[in-house]
């Protein structure tokens, strides 16, 4: 199956920094990437579609300045968390779709944030 | 409402028993439908997609209502291996594709 990868697979910062996910998709294109988060005993919940080449389409409550989304090519989409507080805290997932809706989303290990 | 509820768990069972996973979704216009595993601080991982037929693959078999607007998943002779938390997840095609995630039940099998 395809393969989707994202680093870091787990980061600790300070409040009021900033961090960067990077989520690859290493053998096919992707056209669409999905950003998640998910809370301790919580589902997944999306965060933002991003379609390569376009601004993200945001969930209602999620705020886009806060959260950075860039899909500059079709193997790659960034997420940046910026001047992260502790509420932050959280499993940042992606996934990665292909050309078309009925596609399957693969996803990335998930990467583990934890602001103090 | 949610949009994809499930049975709140967790299940704790023995090895060898059956279990089943029941869930609901609110949107008509829903049109693909998925059981995932997600194990503790992993990603999710697909189990099995849902067909209006059912599907079985081994153990665990599907079965879809679109009328009743139900999903579930029948877990046979369970195994330590299957504790995991599963999740019912509905793709939404008419918005753009994405996938809504149920909140997830907890099976846990115990020797």
């Known amino acids: 199956g395809a393969v989707v990868s994202q680093h870091p697979s787990w980061v600790i910062c300070k409040s009021g920094t900033s961090v960067k996910i990077e989520c690859r998709s290493l053998d096919f294109q992707a056209t669409t990437m999905f950003w998640y988060r998910q809370f301790p005993k919580q589902s997944l919940m999306l965060m933002a579609t991003?379609?390569?080449?376009?601004?993200?389409?945001?969930e209602q409550g999620v705020e886009k300045d806060k959260f950075l989304i860039n899909h500059a090519s079709l193997t790659l989409s960034t997420l940046t968390v910026t001047s992260a507080h502790p509420e932050d805290s959280s499993f940042y997932i992606c996934?990665?779709?292909?050309?078309?809706?009925?596609?399957?989303?693969?996803f990335g290990p998930g990467t583990r944030l934890t602001v103090l | 409402r949610k949009e994809v509820e499930q049975d709140p768990g967790p299940f704790n069972v023995p090895e060898g028993a059956t279990v089943a996973f029941n869930c609901t979704y609110s949107n008509s216009a829903s049109q693909s439908f998925f059981w995932y595993r997600q194990d503790c601080r992993k990603e999710p991982k697909l189990l099995m997609s849902v067909y209006s037929s059912g599907n079985e693959d081994g153990r665990f078999t599907a079965q879809l209502n679109r009328a009743s607007q139900y999903i579930s998943l029948l877990i046979r002779d369970s195994k330590l291996s299957d504790s995991a938390t599963y999740l019912c997840v509905v793709n939404i095609y008419n918005q753009g594709g994405k996938l809504i995630f149920g909140q997830g039940t907890e099976l846990s099998v115990k020797p």
């Open positions: 996934s990665a779709r292909g050309q078309g809706l009925t596609d399957t989303q693969y």
């Open positions: 991003s379609n390569e080449g376009s601004k993200a389409t945001y």
